[in-house]
């Protein structure tokens, strides 16, 4: 295997396993709050228990993205040295805040998971708000940095080398309030819909059980908010990315041809060789007004970038469709059940329902990965945008396919871990909990 | 100014990893030494902290990539291996203390656990070692012609592996002292007394084995410590030391002892940093070492550093203190 591509594969394999991980620790808190919140107003116990029986994943799940996250911050020097070296003055401010993030996090979740009966209830609560705020921060920070990848600033760059380096102005780039708007609620919508779903499941073996429904309820008035509002941070992100890496948007959309006006292409396998798309579906006009808020705007195509400039287009678009795909579904579902709701009728009675949520579980982390995908791939051939190629950032060490190996193994080893941990938390629920054997009508 | 404020933030860093999450790996490599019925008490002690303690590790990257990128990307190109192989190491004991702790059905499994968490608490202090030790040796050459000159002879030698097991020795010591303090049980705290104190003879045994390896792979590191009065004074008092800590252990006197066993290993950390101030790393052949100097970043950045540093200092430590008092609050009264 080429160095480059064992790299790049590397790198996929931890982001795309550490986001995961990153993402449950950003909403889960929030989930444990609601319920913990819900006990101490109404003292039923079925919410204390929800809450413990979460935090038990949730510890799992943070210790195993906590590691990874490691990883992650020698990783980026382990394989991009060079990029490391011109950019860690540049956009490392995030980084050192995330740091404090990242400390606060663990201290709090540390009293949190641990303080049960050594804090009085609200401070507890307030713990986990700690853990879920900071988690929140962290993820922010994170983005920021990536975004200044796909949105350079706060730097000159003169023969090969950054000068006037302002860290601020890098923070605080053009593409870090979309990016992080985009992908805090997505944390949101994914852990919501995983959680949601699989306690719709484990409802359809008894849909009177007094816990799984408290779960259910509020893992999916989360999940279902964050995915109706997901669309408009989409668009807001759709409209700068068209605006500062016209090359991205067109191998998302499979643009081959500048157009105006430019229609949009739902589906359909980009031929990159002949410049076009097979079995897409095309709605004029639609493409213009969502990239520039004009339905006859012009919209950059590939024929405007240099071949040799041009992000793998099959991926990227597929990817972005499979991201809008999953998250207009989700949107779909969460806006079905606040009408239900809003009409007084109990969807999560209903069988139908129940399995419709379950076929939701994994729908928000794929659309997470694939949104992932789209930015990343995205931006090739450039590790900063316009700057920087990948392919000019990597470590001359021969061999990096083993390190891949390594890794890919490592974490294919510890997700099936962490599958097998959650069946053995989940069948042994009604032993631990007394609601998880109630029933209510 | 502002670099050498980072550069204390960076210290401190290194010190508070090594006081806190080394005697977490430490408190690993103990079940070795006292056996498996103490391993309630070793995964109550560490179960709170342990994620806290580990974010100083991440500290001093976030520190080496936004400070002083070149040290950063020299270390992690030429020390690759070795990184990763820490890395498995910390991803192995993370995960398998956790899923120890939080599997649902106790069965044959925690056996499992038991067994990773053990293994992967000894390698990640001894390729934290051997990681220290190549820095300081100076075989990194950018101008090397072979694989195995670039990538395996700067950290796979004798001096590194000294400096590992040293790194070893001395968290696991760290943890054995640390223990006397997280037990009730006489038995178990006599247990860890003598395990406190055969592993205080095995760091210094180690030790004078480090500076043995040193002469032997070239680094005189004994005319280096000559040379450097604090550094030479450093280590005299902890060997002053030595003898107060026996005592204190003798009597279990928890807070003392902790403080002493803290003590000698600050001191240890600090004549490491004094001899080797302002080099990071020493290079092969005729490359000029990097300093703390040399590589750090433009003052623009140091600026940024230093505020997000402090603010971030003004929060954590505060929050740091509840923490350890909320669940080592009791344990420091019996002493």
Same mark, same amino acid.
């Given at each position: 295997?080429?160095?480059?591509?064992? $790299?790049?594969?590397?790198? $996929?394999?931890?982001?795309?396993?550490?986001?995961?991980?990153?993402?449950?620790?950003?909403?889960?808190?929030?989930?444990?709050?609601?319920?913990?919140?819900?006990?101490?107003?109404?003292?039923?116990?079925?919410?204390?228990?929800?809450?413990?029986?979460?935090?038990?994943?949730?510890?799992?799940?943070?210790?195993?993205?906590?590691?990874?996250?490691?990883?992650?911050?020698?990783?980026?020097?382990?394989?991009?040295?060079?990029?490391?070296?011109?950019?860690?003055?540049?956009?490392?401010?995030?980084?050192?805040?995330?740091?404090?993030?990242?400390?606060?996090?663990?201290?709090?979740?540390?009293?949190?998971?641990?303080?049960?009966?050594?804090?009085?209830?609200?401070?507890?609560?307030?713990?986990?708000?700690?853990?879920?705020?900071?988690?929140?921060?962290?993820?922010?920070?994170?983005?920021?940095?990536?975004?200044?990848?796909?949105?350079?600033?706060?730097?000159?760059?003169?023969?090969?080398?950054?000068?006037?380096?302002?860290?601020?102005?890098?923070?605080?780039?053009?593409?870090?309030?979309?990016?992080?708007?985009?992908?805090?609620?997505?944390?949101?919508?994914?852990?919501?819909?995983?959680?949601?779903?699989?306690?719709?499941?484990?409802?359809?073996?008894?849909?009177?059980?007094?816990?799984?429904?408290?779960?259910?309820?509020?893992?999916?008035?989360?999940?279902?908010?964050?995915?109706?509002?997901?669309?408009?941070?989409?668009?807001?992100?759709?409209?700068?990315?068209?605006?500062?890496?016209?090359?991205?948007?067109?191998?998302?959309?499979?643009?081959?041809?500048?157009?105006?006006?430019?229609?949009?292409?739902?589906?359909?396998?980009?031929?990159?060789?002949?410049?076009?798309?097979?079995?897409?579906?095309?709605?004029?006009?639609?493409?213009?007004?969502?990239?520039?808020?004009?339905?006859?705007?012009?919209?950059?195509?590939?024929?405007?970038?240099?071949?040799?400039?041009?992000?793998?287009?099959?991926?990227?678009?597929?990817?972005?469709?499979?991201?809008?795909?999953?998250?207009?579904?989700?949107?779909?579902?969460?806006?079905?059940?606040?009408?239900?709701?809003?009409?007084?009728?109990?969807?999560?009675?209903?069988?139908?329902?129940?399995?419709?949520?379950?076929?939701?579980?994994?729908?928000?982390?794929?659309?997470?990965?694939?949104?992932?995908?789209?930015?990343?791939?995205?931006?090739?051939?450039?590790?900063?945008?316009?700057?920087?190629?990948?392919?000019?950032?990597?470590?001359?060490?021969?061999?990096?396919?083993?390190?891949?190996?390594?890794?890919?193994?490592?974490?294919?080893?510890?997700?099936?871990?962490?599958?097998?941990?959650?069946?053995?938390?989940?069948?042994?629920?009604?032993?631990?909990?007394?609601?998880?054997?109630?029933?209510?009508? | 100014? &502002?670099?050498?404020?980072?550069?204390?933030? &960076?210290?401190?860093?290194?010190?508070?990893?090594?006081?806190?999450?080394?005697?977490?790996?430490?408190?690993?490599? &103990?079940?070795?030494?006292? @056996?498996?019925?103490?391993?309630?008490?070793?995964?109550?002690?560490?179960?709170?902290?342990?994620?806290?303690?580990?974010?100083?590790?991440?500290?001093?990257?976030?520190?080496?990539?936004?400070?002083?990128?070149?040290?950063?990307?020299?270390?992690?190109?030429?020390?690759?291996?070795?990184?990763?192989?820490?890395?498995? @190491?910390?991803?192995?004991?993370?995960?398998?203390?956790?899923?120890?702790?939080?599997?649902?059905?106790?069965?044959?499994?925690?056996?499992?656990?038991?067994?990773?968490?053990?293994?992967?608490?000894?390698?990640?202090?001894?390729?934290?070692?051997?990681?220290?030790?190549?820095?300081?040796?100076?075989?990194?050459?950018?101008?090397?012609?072979?694989?195995?000159?670039?990538?395996?002879?700067?950290?796979?030698?004798?001096?590194?592996?000294?400096?590992?097991?040293?790194?070893?020795?001395?968290?696991?010591?760290?943890?054995?002292?640390?223990?006397?303090?997280?037990?009730?049980?006489?038995?178990?705290?006599?247990?860890?007394?003598?395990?406190?104190?055969?592993?205080?003879?095995?760091?210094?045994? /180690?030790?004078?084995?480090?500076?043995?390896?040193?002469?032997?792979?070239?680094?005189?590191?004994?005319?280096?410590?000559?040379?450097?009065?604090?550094?030479?004074?450093?280590?005299?008092?902890?060997?002053?030391?030595?003898?107060?800590?026996?005592?204190?252990?003798?009597?279990?006197?928890?807070?003392?002892?902790?403080?002493?066993?803290?003590?000698?290993?600050?001191?240890?950390?600090?004549?490491?940093?004094?001899?080797?101030?302002?080099? /990071?790393?020493?290079?092969?052949?005729?490359?000029?070492?990097?300093?703390?100097?040399?590589?750090?970043?433009?003052?623009?950045?140091?600026?940024?550093?230093?505020?997000?540093?402090?603010?971030?200092?003004?929060?954590?430590?505060?929050?740091?203190?509840? &923490?350890?008092?909320?669940?080592?609050?009791?344990?420091?009264?019996? @002493?």
């Amino acid at each position: 295997m080429e160095d480059l591509l064992a $790299a790049r594969l590397q790198m $996929a394999v931890s982001l795309g396993f550490h986001i995961i991980f990153a993402c449950i620790g950003i909403a889960m808190p929030f989930l444990m709050a609601i319920a913990e919140y819900r006990w101490i107003k109404t003292g039923q116990q079925v919410y204390q228990d929800l809450a413990k029986a979460w935090s038990k994943g949730v510890a799992i799940f943070f210790a195993t993205g906590a590691v990874s996250g490691t990883v992650l911050s020698f990783e980026l020097g382990m394989l991009w040295p060079t990029f490391m070296e011109h950019a860690g003055p540049i956009f490392g401010m995030p980084f050192s805040w995330e740091g404090t993030a990242f400390f606060v996090e663990a201290i709090a979740l540390g009293l949190f998971l641990y303080g049960w009966d050594k804090l009085r209830p609200w401070v507890h609560w307030w713990t986990g708000i700690v853990v879920g705020v900071s988690g929140v921060a962290s993820g922010i920070f994170v983005v920021a940095a990536n975004a200044w990848m796909n949105s350079p600033a706060g730097f000159d760059w003169v023969n090969g080398q950054a000068i006037n380096i302002d860290p601020v102005a890098a923070m605080f780039n053009d593409a870090w309030f979309s990016q992080a708007l985009h992908m805090t609620l997505a944390a949101f919508v994914a852990t919501g819909f995983a959680v949601a779903g699989l306690h719709a499941l484990l409802l359809l073996k008894n849909r009177k059980n007094l816990f799984h429904r408290k779960a259910l309820k509020i893992a999916l008035v989360v999940g279902g908010l964050a995915a109706i509002l997901q669309p408009i941070s989409g668009d807001y992100a759709a409209k700068g990315v068209a605006e500062r890496q016209p090359a991205k948007l067109a191998a998302m959309e499979a643009l081959f041809e500048t157009s105006q006006p430019a229609s949009l292409t739902i589906g359909g396998i980009p031929d990159v060789e002949n410049r076009e798309v097979d079995y897409d579906i095309e709605i004029p006009y639609l493409l213009s007004f969502l990239a520039h808020g004009d339905f006859n705007a012009k919209v950059t195509g590939l024929d405007q970038i240099p071949r040799k400039d041009w992000p793998p287009v099959l991926i990227t678009h597929i990817a972005f469709q499979i991201m809008v795909g999953a998250g207009l579904l989700m949107m779909g579902v969460g806006g079905l059940y606040f009408y239900f709701l809003w009409r007084k009728k109990e969807t999560i009675r209903k069988r139908w329902f129940l399995w419709l949520v379950g076929a939701c579980m994994p729908l928000g982390f794929i659309a997470v990965e694939a949104g992932w995908t789209v930015t990343e791939v995205g931006r090739q051939p450039w590790i900063i945008y316009g700057i920087m190629k990948t392919k000019d950032a990597l470590s001359p060490m021969p061999g990096l396919q083993y390190s891949f190996y390594m890794i890919t193994g490592l974490y294919l080893l510890l997700s099936a871990i962490v599958v097998w941990l959650m069946y053995r938390q989940i069948i042994t629920l009604s032993g631990r909990y007394a609601s998880a054997n109630t029933t209510e009508d | 100014m &502002l670099t050498n404020i980072v550069i204390f933030f &960076l210290a401190l860093s290194i010190v508070f990893y090594v006081l806190f999450a080394g005697a977490d790996f430490g408190a690993g490599v &103990l079940e070795y030494i006292t @056996g498996r019925r103490h391993r309630q008490v070793v995964a109550d002690a560490i179960g709170p902290v342990w994620e806290a303690n580990h974010v100083w590790l991440v500290l001093v990257v976030v520190i080496l990539f936004m400070g002083f990128p070149s040290i950063y990307s020299a270390m992690s190109l030429y020390l690759h291996i070795p990184l990763l192989l820490m890395l498995v @190491g910390i991803i192995f004991r993370g995960t398998a203390f956790t899923f120890m702790h939080y599997d649902a059905i106790k069965d044959q499994s925690s056996r499992v656990y038991d067994a990773v968490f053990k293994i992967s608490s000894i390698i990640t202090p001894l390729f934290l070692g051997m990681i220290v030790g190549a820095a300081m040796l100076g075989r990194i050459n950018p101008e090397a012609e072979s694989f195995s000159e670039a990538f395996i002879s700067p950290w796979l030698n004798l001096f590194s592996l000294s400096v590992g097991l040293f790194c070893l020795v001395l968290f696991t010591f760290l943890a054995a002292v640390y223990m006397i303090g997280e037990t009730d049980e006489e038995p178990e705290r006599k247990a860890f007394i003598r395990a406190g104190k055969q592993l205080n003879m095995a760091a210094v045994v /180690v030790g004078g084995g480090v500076f043995i390896a040193a002469e032997w792979n070239g680094l005189p590191l004994l005319a280096l410590f000559g040379e450097s009065p604090v550094s030479l004074g450093s280590l005299v008092v902890t060997t002053l030391l030595l003898p107060v800590l026996w005592i204190s252990l003798q009597h279990s006197w928890v807070l003392w002892s902790r403080l002493l066993a803290g003590a000698q290993v600050v001191l240890i950390l600090f004549a490491w940093f004094w001899v080797q101030h302002p080099v /990071v790393i020493n290079m092969g052949a005729s490359d000029p070492p990097l300093t703390v100097y040399s590589a750090a970043a433009p003052p623009a950045t140091m600026l940024q550093l230093v505020i997000a540093l402090i603010v971030g200092a003004a929060i954590i430590l505060p929050f740091l203190y509840y &923490l350890m008092k909320t669940f080592k609050a009791g344990q420091f009264k019996q @002493g």
